[in-house]
């Protein structure tokens, strides 16, 4: 018979290497006279972590959800939304789950400078199909500057289905576009990094 020993040291990680985190907030969301009930619920892990926000409408219960995931190994996440979230009678429950979801992140309408050189890469990438190594190269030089760095706001923009397209892996073509987070540092979500832009 064969045991597997951990050694003790190595048992403060392993109980760290997952963690989760749910809130429940009772509010009438949707201004029916129904108090609704929100939930959030927040896995870590040691590769990736995602975020999901469930309203249940109080006098329904209709259960709809937004959520997210990213790897600790991006500087961005992904919040795809289907077409029903742009119907009037959804936009402003859409934008107060987005704002839980993403808080302390603030709405930019527009990439700064180092998040748009990073989107104009991915639209850049080259499909390589005789490599066992690599499946996109990006070809091209990169241009460095001498700007001092900056602290880098946690915010969110929105982007269209060509630019989800080119940074998702999903192939179901429901969603027309997304929500897209963004961090100066890619494992302290939420906290402005000093970053070159």
């Not at 527009?110 to 199909?129: A, H, N």
């Not at 241009?143 to 982007?159: F, H, M, P």
């Not at 540092?185 to 832009?197: C, I, L, P, V």
Request: charged share 25%; hydrophobic share 35%.
């Amino acid at each position: 018979m064969k045991v597997l020993l951990i050694p003790l040291f190595l048992l403060p990680l392993c109980g760290f290497s997952q963690s989760y985190v749910s809130q429940k907030t009772i509010h009438d969301y949707n201004e029916d006279g129904e108090i609704d009930t929100l939930f959030k619920e927040q896995n870590r892990g040691s590769w990736y972590s995602s975020k999901t926000v469930k309203w249940v409408d109080g006098e329904t219960e209709q259960e709809v959800r937004l959520g997210s995931e990213y790897y600790y190994g991006s500087f961005i996440g992904l919040i795809p939304l289907e077409k029903f979230w742009d119907d009037p009678e959804w936009t402003n429950l859409r934008d107060t789950m987005i704002r839980r979801l993403l808080y302390p992140a603030h709405f930019s309408a527009y990439p700064d400078p180092s998040l748009q050189w990073s989107l104009d890469v991915r639209r850049e990438l080259i499909s390589v199909d005789d490599s066992s190594i690599f499946d996109r190269v990006w070809n091209n030089m990169i241009r460095w500057g001498n700007a001092e760095n900056v602290t880098l706001e946690y915010y969110y923009t929105q982007i269209d289905a060509a630019t989800y397209a080119s940074l998702s892996f999903d192939t179901t073509g429901i969603y027309d576009r997304a929500w897209l987070f963004y961090t100066g540092h890619n494992h302290k979500r939420g906290e402005s990094k000093q970053m070159a832009t």
